[in-house]
């Protein structure tokens, strides 16, 4: 059975930084994109941020560009989310999920999100 377990959220004053992180298991994810998407209330769940099995492609949404960094580690099956800079307009319920690398990109596996708040 796949699973994406995210960890790392928490409350956090604007200007700090959180490094959130998404184990994966049941499956090998080599040939997976791993992305993160976040979701504010009242919001729909929005895109942040992709990352190929290999690192050569990577994408961010532009409100997070030069702050927010995606790393994997595959040998641990372990997608980051390094998180600078925040604002508290990054206060949202964070998700990791994970693609199969063919296009148009689906993501299909999801974790259950964790909290990330950000005090003014």
């Not at 989310?81 to 994970?98: F, G, H, R």
Request: glycine share 10%.
């Amino acid at each position: 059975q796949v699973q994406l377990v995210e960890s790392g959220g928490g409350l956090v004053q604007a200007g700090g930084s959180l490094r959130l992180s998404c184990a994966a298991s049941g499956r090998t994810f080599n040939s997976y994109y791993m992305g993160w998407f976040r979701q504010a209330p009242g919001k729909d769940r929005e895109f942040v941020a992709r990352r190929s099995w290999s690192g050569i492609s990577t994408s961010y949404a532009d409100f997070v560009k030069g702050r927010f960094t995606i790393s994997r580690d595959n040998a641990k099956n372990t997608v980051y989310l390094q998180m600078n800079s925040l604002k508290p307009e990054d206060t949202a319920v964070y998700y990791c999920a994970a693609a199969p690398d063919r296009w148009p990109l689906e993501f299909n596996y999801w974790g259950q999100g964790t909290q990330v708040t950000v005090s003014s």
